[in-house]
């Protein structure tokens, strides 16, 4: 097969074979395409499309590109949870215990930050000691006894993903709606759970801007786990705002805190426990959704969520005291509020923006290889619909000097809107396609 004739078949609009797509992706991982042809299919399929069966040919054959993991030895149904990437999405680190306290077994790979979004394994290692690198063999052994795992995904889950991932993302090819999954999916697929609850976000903050194309990837992204019977279920959620009021890292670890403390309510915690719901129901532990978020209610109450946080933490290395001790996490001394200079309500906190001003603060990296300051971050005091009067603090930011702090307070002032009348909220689920 000559790889030029299947980049101009795909620009003239013609189907490609499951062979065909096979060659590509195994050319992909081997090396043997170079990335000046890839690219170019990459930009073929962004402008053409795939059709349903390319884009599970495409998905079977990423899913293959690498180890495809064997939970068989972890004993129950084994449920994974994936977001498509937001802003102050700290979901798991609420969901990930709380669903473990109830005995789910939650063997989570989680990702890295990149631009303007925030990744689970960035916010672990801001608690001092946490280890993400968990060797396989460790990491079921922990799940067996103790029901949690968070850790880094393995070099060798979907390798042609990464590699084409990186591509896209310097070739403007990311936004390819069965590009995105197959790529998300081949990951969940090769991860080897049972079962995936999704957390398809729309808005601002999302790569999916209006609620039609999140319902279009969701579908997209069930079928694909059909196809290969998981169980898959996708949660259309809201991202025009900050999920959470906390961007950063510690500064997050530190908000899921307080909600499995029960402290705190508001979106990220029933984001949380919606998407903990499904998981509960898809692992067999609740009859229904109502069911399921009662369980993970009590479990907010009688603290058992939050001891499970305390266990994971130390049994991969951290010291559980930052649980009752926040100043044991990576503080910035550096500080300052950005102050209403008017009385109305909150229109608009553009989420796209306050993650670059979390970025600008240092929490957050441009290249995959910038270090991240752990103690830097932004804490909302407002969401969209609140009350606010002159003088009255809008948002904290924690950074390591003043520059960076005025550069932050800039980009938020740009991102919050305040006008005379109250605004009508959106629904933050909007929808639940099973
Ligand atoms: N997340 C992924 O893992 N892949 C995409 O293509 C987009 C979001």
């Not at 070739?171 to 090769?190: N, Y």
Request: proline share 3%.
């Amino acid at each position: 097969m000559n790889f030029v004739d299947l980049i101009i078949k795909k620009r003239n609009r013609q189907e490609l074979t499951a062979d065909e797509i096979n060659f590509f992706i195994h050319g992909v991982t081997k090396k043997s395409i170079p990335d000046y042809q890839i690219s170019a299919m990459l930009m073929a399929i962004c402008f053409n499309s795939l059709t349903e069966r390319e884009t599970a040919d495409l998905t079977t054959a990423m899913t293959h590109s690498g180890n495809v993991l064997d939970l068989s030895c972890i004993d129950g149904i084994k449920v994974d949870k994936h977001s498509t990437g937001g802003v102050a999405d700290t979901t798991t680190l609420i969901l990930a215990p709380l669903t473990a306290s109830l005995g789910l077994p939650v063997i989570k790979m989680s990702g890295r930050g990149l631009g303007h979004t925030g990744g689970t394994l960035d916010k672990l290692e801001s608690i001092p000691g946490f280890n993400v690198n968990i060797e396989m063999h460790k990491a079921i052994e922990q799940v067996n006894n103790n029901h949690i795992v968070i850790m880094g995904q393995t070099n060798e889950l979907a390798p042609a993903d990464k590699y084409l991932y990186a591509l896209r993302d310097v070739t403007g090819t990311v936004e390819s709606m069965p590009l995105i999954a197959s790529s998300i999916m081949s990951k969940k697929l090769a991860g080897g759970a049972d079962g995936i609850v999704l957390d398809v976000k729309w808005g601002k903050g999302a790569f999916m801007k209006n609620i039609e194309d999140a319902k279009a990837l969701a579908r997209e992204m069930i079928k694909l786990g059909k196809n290969l019977s998981k169980k898959v279920v996708a949660l259309i959620t809201n991202m025009d705002e900050p999920l959470g009021m906390n961007i950063g890292n510690s500064v997050e670890v530190i908000e899921a805190i307080e909600i499995l403390k029960g402290h705190r309510n508001g979106a990220l915690k029933d984001v949380s426990l919606a998407l903990g719901a499904e998981m509960l129901v898809m692992g067999g532990i609740a009859e229904n959704p109502e069911t399921a978020l009662a369980l993970l209610e009590e479990n907010i109450r009688n603290k058992k969520g939050l001891y499970k946080f305390a266990e994971l933490i130390s049994l991969q290395g951290g010291i559980p005291a930052v649980i009752d001790n926040y100043s044991l996490f990576p503080q910035r001394m550096c500080k300052s509020a950005l102050i209403s200079e008017e009385d109305g309500y909150i229109q608009e906190i553009d989420a796209l923006l306050i993650g670059h001003a979390a970025s600008v603060t240092g929490a957050g990296r441009k290249t995959i290889d910038d270090p991240i300051d752990y103690g830097a971050g932004i804490m909302l005091k407002k969401r969209v619909g609140d009350k606010v009067s002159r003088g009255e603090i809008l948002a904290r930011v924690f950074a390591e000097n003043n520059e960076k702090c005025e550069a932050a307070n800039q980009i938020i002032k740009q991102a919050i809107k305040i006008g005379s009348e109250k605004p009508e909220k959106k629904p933050l689920i909007y929808e639940i396609i099973r």
